[in-house]
């Protein structure tokens, strides 16, 4: 894995980039839609898969989602994206804390907690919503919607965590698959605690799941990943299979340098994500700077995804789907096998080759297996 100066991202940034608003991300525009929320419209659909007893999406099936979900919603509600005190110790703190030995010994913590992966960057004020958008707003309770964020300039770290999502579950989409569902409950969970962790130690500490800021970039400038094609992170243990959860905090800690596993170049010879998205929502071809909708923010040459043709078919899916994770080449279980075509292609070697193998192997195809 190599480590650079400076994000892979940096090299596409063509005009001023400016801070986004969550009340247009696709969830929060989903929410608020004329037609109606379009989370309600497919909880319906769900009913109706129920109902017919359509096979991956029966009523096991959806149990497993939304109780895979459950520390999520009570986390979020309770906890997520608050400040908070600490629960005992009110007086004590960590006198001028080494930031390397601090950095090491916080991420022991955040693994031991659950995250797969661990980084911390500085925060990039960029990459902080400004205002609150519907979606995070509804189910964290912590402000209303349209109101506005501002993070303080003390909280100057944050850190960033991965959470593995089952290579195999996740073969089930676009039917249920509860992976997704769970590993919002382990983000939660995760996040919070570690918040906890450093309030005793005498900081301050702001845990977050998707609200507060853009996850991605923090984690690209955490070390942990790139901007891959289909809009989601791709890291180099799990590709795009992860959920990001972080701590924005002011205890002080050592930043990790962003790293280059040759995802950019793969991402523009590959295409497969885009040729399988059962909504049209993710582009093919070259990148642009300029937005398919108001869910983009333009500034940077990237793949913009449609989010609201995504959020259609989940509507119409009657669940959320991740076909383009099924079908990334990069979504692989870390075998012997795997590690070294992983080496060939952080390489860029043979890279359409590759591509082509992993179809012809079969890899990214829908399998519905039981659960448990």
Not at 283 to 302: F, I, V
Request: hydrophobic residues 35%; glycine residues 6%; positive net charge.
């Amino acid at each position: 894995m190599r480590r650079v100066k400076e994000p892979t991202y940096k090299k596409y940034v063509v005009n001023p980039l400016r801070r986004f608003d969550d009340r247009h991300t696709g969830f929060s525009r989903g929410m608020v839609d004329p037609a109606g929320s379009k989370y309600d419209l497919m909880h319906e659909k769900s009913v109706e898969n129920i109902q017919r007893k359509t096979h991956g999406k029966t009523i096991f099936d959806h149990a497993l989602w939304v109780g895979g979900r459950t520390v999520d919603y009570v986390m979020r509600k309770s906890h997520m994206a608050r400040e908070g005190t600490p629960l005992f110790n009110r007086k004590l703190k960590v006198e001028d804390p080494d930031p390397r030995e601090m950095s090491r010994t916080i991420k022991k913590v955040a693994h031991w907690l659950g995250a797969d992966l661990v980084g911390i960057a500085e925060v990039n004020p960029l990459w902080v919503y400004t205002h609150w958008g519907h979606h995070n707003a509804h189910y964290t309770e912590a402000a209303q919607a349209g109101d506005p964020i501002e993070i303080p300039k003390e909280y100057r770290f944050a850190i960033v965590m991965i959470h593995e999502m089952d290579y195999e579950l996740m073969k089930r989409t676009p039917a249920v698959e509860p992976e997704t569902d769970l590993k919002y409950s382990k983000m939660g969970w995760t996040a919070c605690s570690l918040a906890t962790y450093i309030r005793e130690l005498g900081y301050k500490a702001i845990p977050a799941g998707n609200e507060l800021s853009m996850s991605i970039p923090l984690a690209v400038d955490a070390g942990l990943g790139e901007l891959g094609r289909l809009g989601l992170l791709m890291t180099r243990e799990f590709g795009p299979r992860c959920r990001i959860s972080k701590v924005f905090t002011n205890l002080p800690l050592e930043t990790d340098h962003p790293i280059d596993i040759g995802v950019q170049f793969f991402c523009e010879k590959c295409e497969r994500c885009a040729r399988h998205c059962p909504s049209d929502a993710i582009k093919s071809g070259a990148r642009t700077d300029q937005p398919w909708d108001e869910s983009n923010n333009p500034g940077l040459l990237k793949w913009p995804v449609h989010a609201m043709r995504c959020l259609n078919w989940w509507v119409k899916n009657g669940s959320h789907c991740s076909v383009c994770i099924r079908v990334c080449p990069w979504n692989k279980p870390s075998t012997w096998f795997h590690r070294r075509i992983r080496f060939l292609a952080e390489r860029n070697i043979l890279t359409r080759a590759l591509v082509l193998m992993d179809e012809r192997m079969g890899y990214g195809k829908q399998v519905i297996q039981e659960v448990g």
